[in-house]
């Protein structure tokens, strides 16, 4: 189960996430608990695979928001790095920076399905 402790142990800065969500741990974790079925991460993944560095820049920017404004540092710092290079479009490999956000995004289910 989801808690406070273990967003603190996942490395979230859960003194901003909770002050952002009106100090409601309860509201908190549920959007927490809410980030894992984020269609962002799916339509990063697909866009990834396809190339499709505008479409896969859109679902990062909506990824980083939203890991951003719950304060989830792990995750937030991955996917700001992959917005920054989608942003400009370089053309490179981006399979190992997704995983990243994959393997984030598991840790994450973990935690909550536990």
């Known amino acids: ?3 406070i402790e273990k967003l603190k142990e996942y490395g979230a800065d ?3 996430g909770l002050n952002l969500c009106m100090n409601s741990e309860d509201f908190y ?3 927490v608990s809410m980030i894992v079925s984020e ?3 799916s339509d990063l993944e697909k866009a990834i695979k396809e ?3 505008e479409a ?3 679902a990062a920017h909506a990824l980083k928001g939203v890991s951003g404004n719950l304060s989830l540092t792990p995750l937030y710092e991955k996917v ?3 917005t920054e290079l989608l942003r400009s479009h370089t053309q490179m490999d981006y399979s190992k920076m997704l995983q ?3 393997d984030e995004k598991k840790t994450l289910e973990s935690m909550i399905n536990d």
Do not use: C, P, Y
């Open 14 to 16: 859960v003194k901003t």
């Open 100 to 102: 990243g956000i994959l």
């Open 39 to 41: 269609q962002s991460f």
């Open 1 to 3: 189960m989801l808690s």
């Open 51 to 53: 190339n499709d560095l």
């Open 80 to 82: 700001v790095e992959i």
């Open 56 to 58: 896969a820049f859109r």
């Open 29 to 31: 974790l549920r959007m």
